[in-house]
Nanobody, 124 residues
Framework: QVQLTESGGGPVQAGDSLRLSCVAS????????MGWFRQAPGREREFVAY????????YYADSVKGRFTISRDNAKNTVYLQMNSLKPEDTAVYYC?????????????????WGQGTQVTVSS
Protein backbone atom coordinates (compact mmCIF):
# COMPACT_ATOMS: atom_id res chain seq x y z
CA GLN A 1 0.00 0.00 0.00
CA VAL A 2 1.24 3.45 -0.92
CA GLN A 3 0.04 6.62 0.74
CA LEU A 4 0.33 9.88 -1.17
CA THR A 5 0.05 13.31 0.40
CA GLU A 6 -0.19 16.44 -1.73
CA SER A 7 0.54 19.99 -0.61
CA GLY A 8 1.17 23.41 -2.06
CA GLY A 9 -2.22 24.34 -3.44
CA GLY A 10 -4.04 27.58 -2.70
CA PRO A 11 -5.62 30.70 -4.19
CA VAL A 12 -3.56 32.67 -6.71
CA GLN A 13 -4.01 35.29 -9.40
CA ALA A 14 -3.81 34.59 -13.11
CA GLY A 15 -0.18 34.63 -14.21
CA ASP A 16 1.14 33.51 -10.84
CA SER A 17 3.10 30.35 -10.10
CA LEU A 18 2.63 27.49 -7.65
CA ARG A 19 4.61 24.38 -6.87
CA LEU A 20 2.73 21.31 -5.77
CA SER A 21 4.47 18.53 -3.86
CA CYS A 22 3.45 14.95 -3.27
CA VAL A 23 5.20 12.77 -0.71
CA ALA A 24 4.86 9.00 -0.99
CA SER A 25 5.11 6.45 1.78
CA UNK A 26 6.44 3.75 -0.54
CA UNK A 27 9.80 2.20 0.36
CA UNK A 28 10.45 1.65 -3.34
CA UNK A 29 9.28 5.01 -4.64
CA UNK A 30 11.56 4.73 -7.66
CA UNK A 31 9.57 1.72 -8.88
CA UNK A 32 6.48 3.85 -9.51
CA UNK A 33 5.61 6.00 -12.47
CA MET A 34 4.08 9.13 -10.97
CA GLY A 35 1.34 11.27 -12.42
CA TRP A 36 -0.56 14.45 -11.71
CA PHE A 37 -4.24 14.71 -12.53
CA ARG A 38 -6.86 17.37 -11.87
CA GLN A 39 -10.60 17.61 -11.51
CA ALA A 40 -12.63 20.76 -11.88
CA PRO A 41 -16.20 21.02 -10.54
CA GLY A 42 -18.64 19.18 -12.77
CA ARG A 43 -15.91 17.68 -14.90
CA GLU A 44 -14.16 14.34 -15.09
CA ARG A 45 -10.70 13.86 -13.67
CA GLU A 46 -8.14 14.61 -16.36
CA PHE A 47 -4.50 13.88 -16.95
CA VAL A 48 -1.97 16.67 -16.42
CA ALA A 49 1.50 15.09 -16.51
CA TYR A 50 3.48 11.98 -15.71
CA UNK A 51 7.12 11.21 -15.02
CA UNK A 52 8.94 7.93 -15.47
CA UNK A 53 10.45 5.96 -12.63
CA UNK A 54 13.92 7.37 -13.10
CA UNK A 55 12.68 10.85 -13.92
CA UNK A 56 14.17 10.71 -17.39
CA UNK A 57 10.87 10.76 -19.22
CA UNK A 58 7.98 13.18 -18.89
CA TYR A 59 4.75 13.79 -20.75
CA TYR A 60 2.19 16.57 -20.54
CA ALA A 61 -1.36 17.31 -21.51
CA ASP A 62 -1.51 19.84 -24.33
CA SER A 63 -3.35 22.29 -22.07
CA VAL A 64 -0.35 22.62 -19.72
CA LYS A 65 2.58 21.98 -22.03
CA GLY A 66 5.16 24.75 -21.77
CA ARG A 67 3.69 26.06 -18.50
CA PHE A 68 3.89 23.11 -16.11
CA THR A 69 6.92 20.99 -15.22
CA ILE A 70 6.83 17.66 -13.44
CA SER A 71 9.90 16.42 -11.57
CA ARG A 72 10.79 13.94 -8.86
CA ASP A 73 13.35 13.38 -6.16
CA ASN A 74 13.56 9.67 -5.50
CA ALA A 75 15.77 10.21 -2.45
CA LYS A 76 12.95 12.23 -0.87
CA ASN A 77 10.06 10.09 -2.15
CA THR A 78 8.60 13.25 -3.63
CA VAL A 79 7.13 14.31 -6.95
CA TYR A 80 6.60 17.96 -7.84
CA LEU A 81 4.46 19.94 -10.23
CA GLN A 82 5.76 23.42 -10.99
CA MET A 83 2.92 25.47 -12.43
CA ASN A 84 3.71 28.77 -14.12
CA SER A 85 1.53 31.30 -15.96
CA LEU A 86 -1.55 29.96 -14.25
CA LYS A 87 -4.92 30.58 -15.85
CA PRO A 88 -8.44 30.54 -14.38
CA GLU A 89 -9.12 27.34 -16.33
CA ASP A 90 -6.38 25.63 -14.28
CA THR A 91 -8.66 25.86 -11.24
CA ALA A 92 -9.21 22.32 -9.96
CA VAL A 93 -8.34 19.83 -7.27
CA TYR A 94 -4.95 18.40 -8.18
CA TYR A 95 -4.16 14.77 -7.39
CA CYS A 96 -0.94 12.86 -7.54
CA UNK A 97 -1.04 9.17 -8.37
CA UNK A 98 1.31 6.20 -8.46
CA UNK A 99 1.46 3.46 -11.06
CA UNK A 100 3.58 0.33 -10.61
CA UNK A 101 2.56 -1.53 -13.78
CA UNK A 102 3.16 0.85 -16.64
CA UNK A 103 6.31 2.79 -17.38
CA UNK A 104 4.25 5.47 -19.10
CA UNK A 105 0.56 6.19 -18.87
CA UNK A 106 -1.86 9.08 -19.01
CA UNK A 107 -4.86 6.86 -18.29
CA UNK A 108 -6.56 7.30 -14.96
CA UNK A 109 -7.39 3.56 -14.54
CA UNK A 110 -3.70 2.64 -14.83
CA UNK A 111 -2.89 4.40 -11.55
CA UNK A 112 -3.38 2.27 -8.46
CA UNK A 113 -2.77 4.79 -5.69
CA TRP A 114 -4.14 8.29 -5.27
CA GLY A 115 -3.69 11.16 -2.89
CA GLN A 116 -6.51 13.16 -1.35
CA GLY A 117 -5.89 16.16 -3.59
CA THR A 118 -4.99 19.80 -3.11
CA GLN A 119 -7.15 22.68 -4.29
CA VAL A 120 -5.76 25.22 -6.75
CA THR A 121 -7.89 28.27 -7.42
CA VAL A 122 -6.82 30.81 -10.02
CA SER A 123 -8.71 34.07 -10.19
CA SER A 124 -8.62 36.51 -13.10
Amino acid sequence: QVQLTESGGGPVQAGDSLRLSCVASARTFSSYTMGWFRQAPGREREFVAYISRSGGGTYYADSVKGRFTISRDNAKNTVYLQMNSLKPEDTAVYYCAANSRWSSSWRTPDYEYWGQGTQVTVSS
